[in-house]
């Protein structure tokens, strides 16, 4: 009876021993992950698209339980609630932590620098995507960080009249991202900086006058062309944007190497898909916005050349007074001297 009851045992450990692996490889793991704008909204939608490509380069491995803006915590205390582990990632744009690591807004734009394609070629190929690991860890965050979709030129302005002229701006409050705000601020504009939820609140109430956001496709999801009916350009401000995806240190590490791996594939994918349904999804609210009568300000030359002026100035004063400010923004510089003259030669004029 002990040989058969050994016998016995000896199979099932041999099946287990031999089962645990592919075992392994079925456990389902699921991620919390927030957002930064609401439910419903086009920054919201990129983040279900990704969570969905996440799903299926896992083979439903591992599962991003998608929750919008301040439904775990609120919104700019996202990177601070996935390092302590709260929860395992937050989909976000670096600008947002400009309370916390006053550097990060450069990882999403700075102004008048990089355009789009020039963001994607700085984060892979000068750097950009390990320095902005780097600032992170230096700043004491327990967090991994992974380039996600990069978004197109934004409107600098929605304003409730045309705004041309620095003389247009005088007397307007209006919302606009760091480190452009604080460029407005530094010459005298009545600037604040709120999340993307409170903007249309503010405006209906007359907190502000004027707000940027971002894309056109975000604004006619946003609504504020039911307030404001005139849209100022270029984007001095955000030639670009970046969003990213951070991830807990230790949730990271505990996923199997075959999941590391299609994780960054699946947000690899997401990075270049997402970035290209923006642009038709901007080219569709366009022509959207126009047949609700708004109207696009192209702005004065010398407004546009004077507020780049007074950013360069600005970056270039931070960078003096701050040595991570002066790593990033000169990173970002070199590269730009090495990207424009190219671009520009190899770019057929329209």
Same mark, same amino acid.
């Given at each position: 009876?002990?040989?058969?009851?050994?016998?016995?045992?000896?199979?099932?450990?041999?099946?287990?021993?031999?089962?645990?692996?592919?075992?392994?490889?079925?456990?389902?793991?699921?991620?919390?992950?927030?957002?930064?704008?609401?439910?419903?909204?086009?920054?919201?939608?990129?983040?279900?698209?990704?969570?969905?490509?996440?799903?299926?380069?896992?083979?439903?491995?591992?599962?991003?339980?998608?929750?919008?803006?301040?439904?775990?915590?609120?919104?700019?205390?996202?990177?601070?609630?996935?390092?302590?582990?709260?929860?395992?990632?937050?989909?976000?744009?670096?600008?947002?932590?400009?309370?916390?690591?006053?550097?990060?807004?450069?990882?999403?734009?700075?102004?008048?620098?990089?355009?789009?394609?020039?963001?994607?070629?700085?984060?892979?190929?000068?750097?950009?995507?390990?320095?902005?690991?780097?600032?992170?860890?230096?700043?004491?965050?327990?967090?991994? /960080? @992974?380039? $996600? !979709?990069?978004? &197109?030129?934004?409107? =600098?302005?929605?304003?409730?009249?045309?705004?041309?002229?620095?003389?247009?701006?005088?007397?307007?409050?209006?919302?606009?991202?760091?480190?452009?705000?604080?460029?407005?601020?530094?010459?005298?504009?009545?600037?604040?900086?709120?999340?993307?939820?409170?903007?249309?609140?503010?405006?209906?109430?007359? /907190? @502000?006058? $004027? !707000?940027?956001? &971002?894309?056109?496709? =975000?604004?006619?999801?946003?609504?504020?062309?039911?307030?404001?009916?005139?849209?100022?350009?270029?984007?001095?401000?955000?030639?670009?944007?970046?969003?990213?995806?951070?991830?807990?240190?230790?949730?990271?590490?505990?996923?199997?190497?075959?999941?590391?791996?299609?994780?960054?594939?699946?947000?690899?994918?997401?990075?270049?898909?997402?970035?290209?349904?923006?642009?038709?999804?901007?080219?569709?609210?366009?022509?959207?916005?126009?047949?609700?009568?708004?109207?696009?300000?192209?702005?004065?030359?010398?407004?546009?050349?004077?507020?780049?002026?007074?950013?360069?100035?600005?970056?270039?004063?931070?960078?003096?007074?701050?040595?991570?400010?002066?790593?990033?923004?000169?990173?970002?510089?070199?590269?730009?001297?090495?990207?424009?003259?190219?671009?520009?030669?190899?770019?057929?004029?329209?």
């Amino acid at each position: 009876m002990k040989k058969i009851l050994f016998k016995a045992l000896l199979v099932i450990a041999t099946v287990l021993i031999f089962a645990s692996p592919s075992l392994a490889k079925k456990k389902v793991i699921k991620w919390k992950v927030q957002g930064f704008v609401p439910a419903g909204m086009l920054y919201h939608d990129t983040l279900v698209r990704m969570a969905a490509k996440v799903k299926e380069a896992t083979g439903g491995r591992l599962i991003f339980e998608v929750h919008p803006a301040g439904a775990l915590v609120p919104p700019f205390e996202g990177i601070k609630a996935v390092s302590h582990g709260a929860y395992q990632a937050q989909y976000s744009y670096s600008a947002m932590w400009v309370g916390k690591i006053p550097v990060s807004p450069l990882f999403t734009a700075s102004p008048g620098g990089l355009n789009t394609l020039g963001m994607q070629m700085w984060l892979n190929e000068g750097g950009g995507a390990e320095l902005w690991q780097e600032i992170y860890d230096d700043y004491g965050f327990n967090v991994k /960080v @992974l380039p $996600a !979709a990069p978004i &197109s030129m934004e409107s =600098f302005m929605w304003a409730k009249k045309p705004i041309r002229t620095l003389e247009d701006f005088k007397g307007l409050k209006m919302r606009m991202m760091p480190l452009m705000g604080d460029v407005l601020q530094e010459h005298g504009f009545s600037v604040i900086f709120c999340p993307g939820g409170e903007i249309m609140p503010n405006l209906q109430r007359g /907190v @502000l006058d $004027a !707000a940027e956001y &971002s894309i056109p496709a =975000f604004d006619k999801t946003l609504g504020i062309w039911e307030v404001c009916k005139y849209v100022m350009l270029p984007g001095i401000h955000q030639p670009a944007s970046q969003t990213e995806l951070i991830i807990n240190k230790e949730a990271y590490a505990a996923l199997p190497e075959d999941l590391k791996s299609a994780l960054k594939a699946a947000v690899n994918q997401s990075r270049l898909d997402e970035w290209l349904w923006m642009e038709q999804k901007n080219i569709e609210a366009v022509k959207f916005l126009k047949e609700k009568g708004i109207t696009w300000v192209t702005m004065d030359p010398k407004t546009v050349s004077t507020m780049q002026k007074w950013a360069t100035e600005y970056l270039n004063k931070r960078a003096s007074k701050d040595k991570n400010f002066a790593k990033v923004w000169n990173s970002i510089q070199k590269f730009g001297e090495q990207w424009y003259p190219y671009h520009k030669l190899y770019s057929l004029p329209h």
